[in-house]
Every structure is written in structure tokens, then in C-alpha cells.
């Protein structure tokens, strides 16, 4: 292999792919990062960062950066379709962690890893207009092979390439696509007045009738009139999956009229649905669990590995703990094929209980519960319809699958 062969070559430059490259240049690896796109662009909408995803971010020395660009979120609050209260959770530091949860434009949050990346790593570590068809593996060597003719070699390579990977599908070729869960969701971003003090996430109503999922993701500013941005998803049960693209443009009259009269005296759902410029869409998807993600000197990572549907916060946050505990791996043993062996052997079965949680009870069971019990009417008093003792269950259980149980996010060492 030649000198200027790098350790690692990362496959895709998303959330996963640039995370892990900054941890594995803190640990001392050389890397470099492979990505498809020709050019950045300002693409997606809002994301969550949970605590445990933030520790490792904290440790990365980005934490103080991004929360710049990012709400820092206090509470998510569960609501009923008619508009009333049913459940709030403290969230992040309000919950007694000592990392915050942030909500974030998807664009800020890779402008903020991309930028640290080049900054440390240099300008060429990330280059973009590589997409990967192909990975060659020798007995200490791997080629990655791009559809620009570039060849890269390295040590280990990393598929990071997201939810349609390709890495993936060389180790998997008769996989096909994602998995449809029977609902869509549109999403969209809207300068808008603050609502209940400007830092609360709120989940409503039930998806087969519509259900959102709304909460602020950019501080004021001058080029949003003085007003927060405002992240919304709208997701609603349908038989027919909309295409499979991050980009996919989606209308209102798509989503209307389960979506129309939707005031309420904490937010007028409707009327900032109505005022969004852009409309993207997607299909809620997921995977099932793989066996195996690691072939000799290949494994997966995020997206490509797990993913999962939205609905505990928790695709990026689980793509970033991925790669702090697979460099923590290689750091340990080398960049070998035991090093993916001994990250797969912890990181598989963890985010696959995610995945299938995520699947039959995410936290918005909790609306589920509520929608079923209530018969969809409006109700005098929650605690007629579901205890509190109940809905804190709910919330607990998830947290322990997802690897964000408090105690055990204090007191474990760190993954690098
Ligand atoms: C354009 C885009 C917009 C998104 N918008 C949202 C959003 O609004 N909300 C949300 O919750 N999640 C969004 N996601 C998904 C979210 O980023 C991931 O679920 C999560 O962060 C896990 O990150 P990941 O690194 O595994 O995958 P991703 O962040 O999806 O990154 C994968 C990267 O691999 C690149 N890639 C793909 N194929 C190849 C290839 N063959 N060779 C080289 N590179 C390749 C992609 O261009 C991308 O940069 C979006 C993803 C993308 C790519």
C-alpha cells in the first residue's frame, strides 16, 4: 500500500461518515472521506441530538458550536388531535443529564461537522464527486472504487452511505429496498412566531388520522424576520409509499384535509403549515436487523447498518455513537478486521432493539394509547383515559433501549 494510503477510507459523508472521521483523527487514524454528492448543499430539515449523542459530540469539542445554530430543547409535550395537553417530559439537561438535547437544521448540523473536518483533517479529507460502486478486499488491503474511475486504498472501509447504501447492498444483493411502515410523513421548515416560550417540542394527534410532530430548530434571526424556524411533520397512515428521496418535493394539497383546522391556543398547526414555502416527503422506512455487518475489512455504520424510523429522535444520534465506539475499537486493537468484529458484537444488537422498538412501541405510543382509549374524542381529564404512572413507563422503557438511560450515560467511560 502506498504511504499516503490512509488507515480508513469512510464511505459517505453524512452525519456518520464525517462524525467519525473527526473522532477517529482525535484518536491518532488516518482516514478520508468518500461522498457521492458533487457539491454540499443546505438539504433536509430538522434533526434531533439526544444526550447520549451529545456527550460524544462534547467530546469532540463541536458541542459549543452547534448549540450556536440549535434550540436547545426543553420539553417534548404529547398532545391529543383536539389540541389538549396530555403528557410532558422534561428532556436533555431539564431531565437531570449533563448533556443537552438540541434540535438542529440537518444542513447546520453537517455544515458544522464538515467545517471541523476540514479544518483539522485538511481540505482534501473529504472528497466530494466520489460516489462508491465497489469495495476489493485483499488480505490487508481494501479498494474502494468510485464512479468518477478514482480508486482508493486503505486498511478498513467504512460504509456510512446511508439508508440506500451501496456498500450494503455489495453484502447484501438481494436484499431490495427499505421497508414501508404504511405511513408518510412531510416535512417542512417555516419562520414562525415562538410557541410555548420557544423551546418545547410537541408530538399530536394519531397517525390514522394525522399526526405532527413540531418544534423549533434555528434561533431568530434578521433573515427569518426576528423568528424562529420551525420544524413540522406532518404523518399520515396511506397505503401507497411516496418515493424513496431525501429531496422529494410533496404538496399541501397532498396532506389536506387531514391536516385543516388544526388552531390551537398553543399553535396554529394549519395556518404555519400553510405558510411553508417548501414541502419535502418521504416514506417512514426501515430495515430489518442484519446478521452480520462486518466482512473481513468492510463494515456498515448509521443509516447503512440500522435505520430506523423517526420516531424516537434518535437516526443520527445512533449513526454518532456508532462511530465513536468503532474508533474506540480500532484505537484498541488496530485497524483490523477484529477491530469491526468487536464493534459489531456491541453496536448490532443494540441499535437493532432501537430499530424494532421504533417499529411497535416508539414513544408516541403514548398518542396511540390515548387515540385508542378516548375513541378519538376530546376528554375532561388525562387521567381518566391513561395514568401518569402509565405514560412515564411508556417513556422509560424506550429510554433504556436506547442507550440513554441516565446513570448508565454518566458513569460509563468514554467510547475513544
Ligand atoms: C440529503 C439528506 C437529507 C436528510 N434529511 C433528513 C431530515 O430532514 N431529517 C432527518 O431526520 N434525517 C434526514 N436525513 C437522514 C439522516 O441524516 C440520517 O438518518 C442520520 O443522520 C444517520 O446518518 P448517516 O450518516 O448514517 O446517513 P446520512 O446522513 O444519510 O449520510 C449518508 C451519506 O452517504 C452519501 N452516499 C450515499 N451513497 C453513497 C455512495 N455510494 N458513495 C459515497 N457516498 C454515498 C450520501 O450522499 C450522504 O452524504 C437526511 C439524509 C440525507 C442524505
Not at 385508542?372 to 374524542?377: D, L, M
Amino acid at each position: 500500500m502506498s504511504e499516503s494510503s490512509p488507515d480508513v477510507l469512510i464511505v459517505g459523508g453524512g452525519i456518520g461518515g464525517l462524525v467519525l472521521a473527526l473522532s477517529l483523527h482525535q484518536a491518532g487514524i488516518s482516514c478520508r472521506v468518500l461522498e457521492a454528492a458533487p457539491e454540499v448543499l443546505p438539504l433536509g430539515v430538522g434533526i434531533n441530538l439526544l444526550p447520549h449523542a451529545m456527550r460524544e459530540l462534547s467530546e469532540l469539542g463541536v458541542a459549543n458550536e452547534l448549540a450556536r445554530h440549535a434550540i436547545e430543547t426543553r420539553e417534548l409535550r404529547y398532545y391529543s388531535r383536539h389540541g389538549q395537553f396530555i403528557h410532558k417530559e422534561p428532556r436533555g439537561r431539564f431531565a437531570g443529564y449533563d448533556w443537552a438535547q438540541l434540535s438542529i437544521h440537518r444542513a447546520d448540523l453537517h455544515d458544522v461537522l464538515l467545517a471541523a473536518v476540514r479544518a483539522r483533517l485538511g481540505e482534501t479529507a473529504v472528497l466530494l464527486g466520489h460516489r462508491c460502486v465497489r469495495i476489493d478486499q485483499e488480505s490487508s488491503v481494501v479498494t474502494v472504487h468510485c464512479d468518477n474511475g478514482a480508486t482508493h486504498r486503505g486498511r478498513l472501509a467504512i460504509g456510512a452511505d446511508g439508508i440506500h447504501s451501496a456498500v450494503r447492498g455489495q453484502l447484501y444483493p438481494n436484499e431490495g429496498s427499505p421497508k414501508y411502515s404504511g405511513v408518510n410523513m412531510w416535512r417542512g421548515a417555516t419562520p414562525w412566531p415562538a410557541f410555548l416560550g420557544g423551546d418545547i417540542m410537541t408530538s399530536s394527534g394519531w397517525l390514522t388520522v394525522g399526526k405532527t410532530v413540531i418544534y423549533p430548530i434555528r434561533p431568530p434571526s434578521a433573515a427569518t424576520g426576528g423568528k424562529p424556524l420551525i420544524n413540522w411533520v406532518a404523518e399520515l397512515e396511506r397505503p401507497e409509499a411516496v418515493r424513496q428521496d431525501w429531496t422529494g418535493r410533496g404538496r399541501l394539497s397532498d396532506i389536506m384535509p387531514a391536516f385543516a383546522g388544526l388552531s390551537y391556543d398553543w399553535l396554529d398547526i394549519t395556518g404555519m403549515i400553510e405558510s411553508t414555502e417548501e414541502i419535502l416527503e418521504y416514506p417512514m422506512v426501515d430495515r430489518d436487523p442484519l446478521e452480520r455487518w462486518s466482512f473481513g475489512r468492510i463494515t456498515l455504520l448509521g443509516d447503512a447498518a440500522h435505520p430506523m424510523y423517526p420516531r424516537g429522535s434518535n437516526g443520527a444520534s445512533q449513526a454518532i455513537i456508532d462511530a465513536r465506539f468503532l474508533t474506540g475499537q480500532i484505537k484498541r486493537l488496530g485497524a483490523i478486521p477484529d477491530a469491526l468484529t468487536q464493534y459489531e458484537a456491541v453496536r448490532n444488537p443494540a441499535s437493532a432493539k432501537v430499530v424494532l422498538t421504533n417499529r411497535t412501541n416508539p414513544p408516541d405510543s403514548i398518542l396511540r394509547e390515548v387515540w385508542h382509549r378516548s375513541r378519538g374524542q376530546p376528554f375532561e381529564r388525562i387521567e381518566d383515559v391513561i395514568s401518569p404512572a402509565e405514560l412515564q413507563a411508556i417513556l422509560d422503557r424506550y429510554s433504556k433501549v436506547a442507550g440513554f438511560d441516565r446513570e448508565t450515560l454518566r458513569t460509563r467511560p468514554s467510547y475513544v
